[in-house]
C-alpha cells in the first residue's frame, strides 16, 4: 500500500486542506478522488491501519480475501456504471465478464434457472422456464430501465412502491418471483418495507453485463489511492476521528484520538450516518431531533462470509455466481430456524486466468483458487456476544461459527460435489467482525434500511443541517458498488472547488 500513515506530533495541526474525508471505503475515496481531479486538495483520515473499507482484503498465507467486492455490473461501453468508472480511472483494472448465457445461476430446491446477460436475452431464456410470464417479464424489465432514468416523478412513486407487493401482483407464478427475488443478496430482501426502486437498481446493471476482478477488491481502492496521492492528496491510515469541532455553526476541525487536528472548507463523512452525528459533540445547527432520526432509524442486516481456500486443482472454476436455496422461501428463509437455508457462492477469478481486451475469458480450463460462501445474518443471532471485540471472542461464539460454517458448506455442496474435500482452509466473518472494522451498527451490511411505507422518513440527505459537512456512502441514495458510485458524484456536486 501507497498510503501515508502519518508520526508527526500531535499538537502539530494541519490547516491546508480543502477537504477532509472521514473514512476510506469507496464512498469516501470516490468522493477524494472525484474532488482531487478538480484541484481540490484533500485528505482522508481512516481510523483503521490498512484503507478501502468493504474494498479491502486480508491476507492470509499467500491469499488475498476479499470482505465485500464480489461482482458488479454494467462496466460496459453505454452501460450503467461505464462513464462513472471511467471518470474514476477504475476501468484499466483487470475485469472479467461473466457468462452471458447465464452470469448468475439460482438454484431453488431441485430445479436451477439462468439468468442471461442482456435484457431481451434475460426476459427470453426465464420465458422457456416459465412461458406464460413472457408479457410480466417484459414490464418487469420495462421498469428496471425506468429505474436508471433520470425522472424524479419516477424515482419518487418506485420508492413508495412495495417490491414484494409489486412482483406479486405482476407475476402469476409466485416461483417466478423467487427466481427474480435469487440473486438479491446484494441488498436486503424484506417484505414489509423494501421499495420497488432498491430492489430494480441494485439488480438492472448485472444484466447489462456482469464482471468480477482478477484479484482481491483492494485493487479498486489501490487505484483511487494511487491518483489522489499523485494529485496531491492524502489518505492517512491509524487517524479515528473522535471528534468534528462545530465552531460559529460550521464545522473547522476533525479532530483524532492522538490529537492530531484536521482543519478545512469542507468536511465529508464515509461513516454510518448515527456515527457522524456522534462525532458533532456540540452544536448550533443539529437538534436533538436529527440525531434521534439518524439513531433510532432500523439498519438492513449483517452477513456471515464463509472464505475458502482450496487444494490445487480440485475444483473446477465457473465464471459465475450461483446462488442456492432449500426451500422457495428467498424473501424470508434468514428468519427462520434451521439450518442456512440460502446462500451466496462466488468464485475468485484464478490468478493464472488469461482475458481478452474485452474482457473476455480465453482459456475455460481453469482450476478454483478460492471461493466465498454468503448468507444474510441478522444481529440476533451473534447479539449475545455483542460485548466481545475481535480477537477476544468466547468459545461459545466460535462454535456458532464453526456450526453456521459447516451448514453453508453442507448446502454448497448440493451444487458443488466434492467441495469439502477441495478445502484446504477456511476463514470466516459475521456481523460482529463488520462491526468492529467498520462502526457500522449490528454490523449491517448495507446500511440504514429505506421503507416503501415511509420513503421520506428513511430517505437520508446528503447535506446535514451543518453546511459544510456533507454525507456519502451506501445509507445515503442506494447501497451497494454502484449505489455507493452514484452518491460520491451526488456530493461531490454539492461542493464548490474554490
Not at 463488520?434 to 415511509?454: E, I, Q, V
Request: aromatic share 8%.
Amino acid at each position: 500500500m501507497t498510503t501515508s500513515s502519518s508520526t508527526q506530533n500531535s499538537s502539530e495541526s494541519h490547516n491546508n486542506t480543502t477537504a477532509c474525508i472521514i473514512g476510506s471505503g469507496l464512498g469516501g475515496l470516490e468522493c477524494a478522488r472525484i474532488l482531487a481531479s478538480q484541484g481540490c486538495c484533500v485528505t482522508v483520515l481512516e481510523r483503521q491501519r490498512q484503507p478501502g473499507g468493504c474494498m479491502q482484503s486480508y491476507r492470509r498465507g499467500d491469499f488475498d480475501l476479499d470482505t465485500g467486492m464480489h461482482y458488479v455490473g454494467g462496466l460496459a461501453q453505454g452501460q450503467t456504471l461505464h462513464d462513472a468508472f471511467e471518470k474514476l480511472n477504475l476501468l484499466h483494472l483487470p475485469w472479467v465478464r461473466l457468462d452471458s448465457d447465464g452470469f448468475d445461476i439460482i438454484t431453488i430446491g431441485k430445479r436451477t434457472f439462468h439468468l442471461a446477460e442482456g435484457y431481451h436475452n434475460f426476459v427470453d431464456t426465464l420465458t422457456r422456464a416459465f412461458p406464460s410470464e413472457r408479457k410480466a417479464l417484459e414490464k418487469y424489465v420495462d421498469t428496471m430501465i425506468l429505474s436508471n432514468g433520470n425522472d424524479p416523478k419516477t424515482a419518487r412513486q418506485l420508492m413508495e412502491t412495495n417490491a414484494w407487493d409489486w412482483l406479486n401482483e405482476t407475476f402469476d407464478d409466485p416461483l417466478l418471483v423467487n427466481v427474480l427475488s435469487g440473486s438479491s443478496m446484494k441488498l436486503e430482501l424484506r417484505k414489509e418495507s423494501l421499495p420497488l426502486f432498491t430492489f430494480m437498481h441494485c439488480n438492472s446493471s448485472y444484466i447489462e453485463s456482469a464482471w468480477r476482478l482478477r484479484g482481491s477488491g483492494s485493487l479498486i481502492a489501490q487505484s483511487l489511492i494511487n491518483d489522489i496521492e499523485a494529485m496531491g492528496g492524502k489518505v492517512v491510515c491509524n487517524a479515528e476521528v473522535v471528534e468534528l469541532k462545530e465552531t460559529n455553526g460550521c464545522i473547522t476541525e476533525a479532530i483524532c484520538q492522538d490529537g492530531r487536528r484536521y482543519a478545512a472548507d469542507t468536511f465529508i463523512s464515509d461513516i454510518h450516518p448515527a456515527a457522524a452525528c456522534s462525532l458533532v459533540k456540540e452544536s448550533q445547527k443539529i437538534r436533538r431531533v436529527f440525531r434521534r432520526r439518524m439513531t433510532e432509524q432500523s439498519n438492513t442486516f449483517g452477513m456471515f462470509t464463509v472464505s475458502l481456500v482450496l487444494k490445487p486443482r480440485k475444483l473446477r472454476y465457473f465464471n459465475h455466481n450461483h446462488y442456492v436455496y432449500r426451500n422457495a422461501d428467498v424473501w424470508d428463509f434468514y428468519l427462520k430456524d434451521g439450518p442456512v437455508g440460502g446462500e451466496m457462492i462466488s468464485c475468485r477469478v484464478p490468478d493464472d486466468a488469461k482475458v481478452s481486451s474485452d474482457g473476455r475469458l480465453i482459456d475455460n480450463d481453469l482450476w478454483a483458487e478460492q471461493i466465498d460462501l454468503l448468507t444474510p445474518m441478522t444481529w440476533n443471532e451473534v447479539e449475545q456476544w455483542a460485548d466481545t471485540t475481535v480477537g477476544h471472542r468466547t468459545a461459545s461464539y466460535k462454535a456458532f461459527k464453526a456450526r453456521k460454517t459447516k451448514e453453508c458448506i453442507q448446502l454448497a455442496e448440493t451444487v458443488l460435489p466434492g467441495l469439502s474435500e477441495a478445502i484446504e482452509s477456511v476463514y470466516t466473518s459475521s456481523p460482529l467482525t463488520y462491526r468492529d472494522y467498520t462502526l457500522t451498527p449490528h454490523g449491517s451490511a448495507f446500511g440504514m434500511r429505506k421503507d416503501s411505507h415511509n420513503a421520506l422518513m428513511t430517505e437520508i440527505s446528503i447535506r446535514t443541517p451543518v453546511p459544510n459537512l456533507l454525507l456519502t456512502g451506501q445509507s445515503i441514495i442506494l447501497h451497494g458498488l454502484q449505489g455507493v458510485t452514484m452518491t460520491a458524484f451526488e456530493t461531490t456536486r454539492n461542493i464548490t472547488v474554490k
